[in-house]
């Protein structure tokens, strides 16, 4: 199946050949006829099947055909997202199909002054993207009309949900008129995300592009053991020893998060942090330079990383695992985008071996445990001038007694350790 077999237009034709697609995947093979026949969606699908342009396509078709709205300016489609980075992505995606019609995209989101939303609002939009607080406050102020909107989707719904936004999506389709096209997509399905889709949607057509809950079959999983305060010694080595250019790294806080960068700079790895705390500004700005390459490392909390598109992403390290097993799943979807293959490597302390369990359980599969390789132990205090950058690094082999014990051999590890057979794997549990 090409893109031309599915009635989009020659002008979206156009901005999709621009992005360098040549074959609709299989969400858009499913997803963009039914939804232009103004069915209900509700899809399983993660980030890195190529869902956006699965609603966006057919929605800014569905608009270009619908010549019966008249003057207003008000939207006639709302995306609504979990982050304020995912809202921003969206709406780009959308301006670049949109780019050879006469449609106009605009997003809203908080964490930025609501005054240039109010006036960019009121010189009106057809397909508006918002996060859902945002959203409501400017409902609230009058500034937005939703009385228009004929298709709502909720993108990345169970991230929504998990943040506690379903009040405010309440609120929100109240405002919506009541015959209007609903579209759901999730990466995971709770009891809560099938309550929700049950109330929304009307004989919706089902689509799952993945196995339920499955992570996204390129990425090649491991875990390594190690012990917690030597976790950051360890990436490190992983980062130098395997040349990385280009990690995500997620911690659990905010305040982890911090203090990781400043000890991956303070080992002369280049790296930026992005998360909840920090501005709307500095989030955009990291990402960037991770993006061109200026930093080697971002590190994330969940929720800051979600909706990150960077194509082609080597390696993801769970630095923490995540509490939510799903959230692995999400995690390891920023690599191996399409068709792309990744790493993703997790860090596994003892304390974490029941979360790497429920992991696997709702993976249905185990996650190869290989042996640690040898790294060596940082010194955090700066050696005296002229020994050095590095003049405080000391050998795995070369520390007190009990600390570090090198933990094996393994991808990246050039024969140091002797104790163990090159490639072995380790696959004993923690306990
Ligand atoms: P998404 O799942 O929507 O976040 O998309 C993931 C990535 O796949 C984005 O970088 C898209 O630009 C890209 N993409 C989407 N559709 C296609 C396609 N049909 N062929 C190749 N790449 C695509």
Redesign the pocket.
């Known amino acids: 199946m090409s893109f031309s077999d599915l009635g989009l237009s020659p002008e979206l034709l156009r901005a999709v050949a621009d ?7 299989p969400i ?1 093979a499913q997803a963009i006829p039914a939804v232009m026949s103004g069915r209900d969606v509700l899809a399983g ?10 609603f966006v396509l057919p929605i800014l078709q569905r608009l270009l055909n619908d010549t019966e709205h008249g003057t207003s300016r008000a939207p006639r489609a709302l995306v609504l997202t979990p982050t304020r980075e995912l809202a921003a ?1 969206v709406a780009q ?1 959308s301006r670049d199909y949109g780019k050879y019609v006469q449609l106009h995209t605009y997003q809203v989101f908080g964490g930025v002054s609501i005054n240039p939303q109010i006036s960019n609002l009121r010189s009106g939009c057809d397909v508006l993207v918002a996060t859902p607080g945002r959203l409501l406050d400017l409902a609230q102020q009058r500034c937005v009309d939703l009385s228009k909107v004929q298709v709502l989707v909720l993108d990345e719904a169970d991230r929504m949900l998990d943040m506690g936004f379903i009040n405010d999506i309440r609120k929100i389709i109240r405002l919506l008129p009541q015959k209007r096209q609903n579209l759901l997509f999730s990466a995971t399905y709770s009891d809560d995300i099938r309550g929700l889709a049950e109330k929304l949607l009307h004989d919706p057509l089902s689509i799952q592009v993945a196995p339920r809950n499955a992570a996204i079959e390129l990425v090649e999983q491991r875990a390594y053991r190690v012990q917690k305060e030597q976790k950051r010694h360890l990436l490190v080595h992983l980062i130098q020893e395997g040349q990385w250019h280009q990690v995500l790294v997620f911690t659990r806080t905010k305040h982890g998060a911090n203090r990781l960068t400043q000890q991956l700079e303070g080992a002369g790895i280049k790296a930026a942090a992005i998360h909840g705390n920090k501005s709307q500004a500095a989030r955009v700005k990291a990402l960037e330079m991770f993006k061109k390459g200026q930093v080697t490392a971002l590190v994330a909390t969940e929720v800051a990383a979600r ?1 990150l ?1 960077i ?1 082609e992403l080597p390696q993801v390290v769970n630095y923490e695992l995540p509490n939510v097993p799903e959230d692995y799943v999400h995690r390891i979807g920023r690599t191996g ?3 792309a293959a990744g790493e993703a490597i997790s860090l596994v302390s003892g304390d974490e071996a029941g979360l790497l369990r429920d992991i696997e359980r709702v993976l249905r599969r185990t996650i190869p445990v290989v042996q640690t390789p040898v790294f060596k132990i940082l010194e955090s205090a700066p050696m005296p001038a002229g020994q050095g950058s590095r003049g405080g690094d000391r050998p795995a082999g070369d520390r007190p007694p009990g600390q570090n014990r090198p933990q094996g051999n393994s991808h990246g590890n050039r024969g140091r350790d002797t104790r163990r057979s090159p490639g072995q794997q380790q696959r004993g549990r923690f306990n």
Do not use: E, I, L, N
């Open positions: 992005k360098g697609y040549d074959t609709p995947s858009q699908a993660q980030t890195g099947t190529g869902k956006t342009a699965s992505q995606s909706g598109d194509k985008r399409a068709g």
